[in-house]
């Protein structure tokens, strides 16, 4: 169908620690996915992305991983800080059609000092 | 740093009535989208403009919702009648081209319908 799906609903993790926030999605033609981090009341700001061709990508502090033979999406934050706790978002963009971004449902991280 | 402009952050109305949003997307972009956001779920797409263009309404629940841009800059989403299952944050993203995917979102309007 056409959903993106994460497997927790919630994440908490000590300050300092990695975090790991996963996203499995259903559409094998989707060819560009992004992470978003949203903090409470605000819009969703975009964290980083990556393109079918591509099985990694880093950015300051995080990392996207792609595996396209499991559909599977992660993103990884390293020394996690309290300004991280947020919800996090996983969308896709189906190749051609309308061009749209699917959102998953979100993951909510909580640091802890 | 250019970003994109929503009002009001928040509306509060009782059901029948109409309100409006706006959007002003950041400065060249030809892209606009507007999204409904409902607590603790992801963005769903109601509308997207190419330029002053609908490219995609499909979700748009047409009988109550309607959205325009009528110089290809910014844009209102209005919704007449309100109904209480329209209490949402309603988020307007924008992006340099369609082919270029990266959405930039505003802050969002909360929308309370009593």
């Known amino acids: 169908g056409e959903s993106v799906g994460l497997h927790l609903p919630t994440l908490s993790v000590q300050e300092g620690d990695n975090s790991i926030i996963n996203c499995a999605y259903s559409n094998s033609a989707s060819d560009y996915f992004i992470w978003y981090k949203q903090e409470s009341g605000k819009g969703p700001q975009f964290i980083i992305d990556?393109?079918?061709?591509?099985d990694k990508r880093q950015g300051q502090r995080v990392t996207v991983l792609l595996n396209k033979t499991v559909k599977h999406l992660s993103l990884q934050i390293a020394a996690t800080q309290p300004g991280d706790s947020a919800v996090y978002f996983c969308a896709e963009k189906f190749q051609g059609g309308s061009e749209k971004l699917v959102f998953g449902k979100g993951t909510k991280l909580t640091v802890n000092p | 740093e250019a970003e994109v402009a929503q009002s009001p952050r928040y509306k509060i109305t009782e059901k029948s009535q109409a309100v409006a949003f706006w959007c002003d997307p950041i400065?060249?972009?030809?892209?606009l989208y507007w999204y409904r956001q409902i607590l603790g779920q992801g963005p769903e797409l109601l509308v997207q403009f190419q330029d002053e263009s609908v490219v995609d309404d499909s979700q748009l629940p047409k009988d109550r919702f309607s959205a325009e841009r009528l110089k290809g800059v910014d844009s209102t989403l209005k919704i007449q009648p309100a109904e209480l299952g329209d209490s949402a944050m309603y988020l307007c993203?924008?992006?340099?081209?369609?082919?270029?995917?990266?959405?930039?979102f505003g802050p969002g309007t909360r929308l309370t319908v009593l």
């Open positions: 400065s060249g972009h030809a892209t």
């Open positions: 993203a924008s992006s340099p081209r369609r082919a270029v995917d990266t959405q930039y």
């Open positions: 990556i393109r079918s061709n591509m």
